[in-house]
């Protein structure tokens, strides 16, 4: 009874044995994949971290890059700025510069006018004076032959209508000078006023153009548009000076009118003065004549 019931038990024993065999290396092997899937989700994740740990690292330098560009942008425009205030200055500058020296040349030419006219005065009235000196020895001839009072009467017709005939050619003359003189000093002074209003509105253009650039500059617009901008206004601004100029250089035709003016009047003296002096020696030549012994 015993030994059936060992050999039993021992079957048992073996059965269990070779069950328990059998589910061993299954067990080892879902154990190993069990550990094996862990690993891979261990990876995974640290993939994962590492993964967006380098998106953050990359944003962060993205970031740093965009805020470089920016700020060398930055810098970029305000060394543009700078350098185009410094220019824009230098512009307005020798505007300046060139208007004082315009004023010193202008100066310069008013001198050198009211020099030429005191020579060309004095020149004048030396020839003047020569005239008189020749016209009084004439005069001298003449009285010495009026032997006669007729003679002597007429000599002495003659010599105030010689008179007055000069006194009025020089009042003629003086006073178209006077005339051409008073009138070029207008002309003169009216461009001197319109070339001064021109520059007036050119240095108001040229600043205001300034201003609105470095406004524009301050404000961030790209250096493409600032300088477009300035440009164009600038050569607006040229533009209309050049035509206010033009139109201020007109005095020209101004002078030319008043000095043909002159010449006429002048002119017309000329011939009045002549026409009344071959009257007058006529006259006087009768008088002698007539006065003359006769012929036997």
Same mark, same amino acid.
């Given at each position: 009874? *015993?030994?059936?019931? %060992?050999?039993? %038990?021992?079957?048992?024993?073996?059965s269990f044995v070779g069950i328990a065999s059998l589910i061993m290396p299954? *067990?080892?092997?879902?154990?190993?994949?069990?550990?094996? @899937? @862990?690993? /891979?989700?261990? +990876?995974?994740?640290?993939?994962?971290?590492?993964q967006q740990e380098?998106?953050?690292? *990359?944003?962060?330098?993205?970031?740093? +890059?965009?805020?470089?560009?920016?700020?060398?942008?930055?810098? +970029?425009?305000a060394l543009f700025c700078s350098r185009f205030a410094e220019n824009a200055g230098e512009i307005a500058n020798k505007f300046s510069e060139r208007q004082k020296n315009f004023e010193v040349r202008k100066d310069t030419r008013g001198e050198k006018m009211?020099?030429?006219?005191?020579?060309?005065?004095?020149?004048?009235?030396?020839? /003047?004076?020569?005239l008189d000196e020749r016209r009084s020895e004439m005069y001298v001839k003449i009285d010495a032959k009026a032997d006669t009072d007729a003679k002597k009467e007429a000599v002495a017709t003659f010599k105030k209508i010689v008179e007055d005939a000069i006194t009025t050619r020089?009042?003629?003359?003086?006073s178209a000078i006077t005339v051409f003189r008073t009138g070029v000093d207008a002309a003169g002074a009216g461009r001197k006023d319109d070339m001064q209003a021109a520059a007036d509105v050119f240095k108001k253009a040229l600043d205001d153009a300034v201003s609105?650039?470095?406004?524009?500059?301050?404000?961030?617009?790209?250096?493409?548009?600032?300088?477009a901008t300035f440009k164009k206004s600038l050569d607006a601004a040229r533009t209309a000076l050049q035509a206010d100029r033009k139109d201020a250089d007109k005095v020209g035709a101004q002078i030319q009118a008043l000095a043909e003016t002159r010449r006429v009047a002048m002119k017309s003296a000329l011939d009045t003065f002549k026409a009344t002096m071959n009257t007058a020696k006529e006259a006087l030549k009768k008088a002698f004549?007539?006065?003359?012994?006769?012929?036997?």
């Open positions: 009874m *015993m030994k059936a019931t %060992y050999k039993k %038990y021992q079957k048992s024993l073996l299954t *067990m080892a092997l879902a154990a190993a994949e069990g550990d094996a @899937s @862990s690993e /891979r989700a261990t +990876r995974m994740e640290e993939r994962q971290a590492n380098r998106k953050e690292a *990359m944003g962060v330098k993205r970031d740093e +890059r965009e805020a470089n560009r920016e700020e060398k942008k930055s810098d +970029r425009q009211e020099s030429n006219r005191d020579g060309r005065d004095s020149t004048f009235d030396d020839k /003047r004076s020569g020089r009042a003629v003359v003086d609105a650039a470095k406004a524009s500059c301050a404000a961030g617009t790209d250096q493409a548009t600032v300088r004549e007539a006065e003359a012994p006769a012929t036997p």
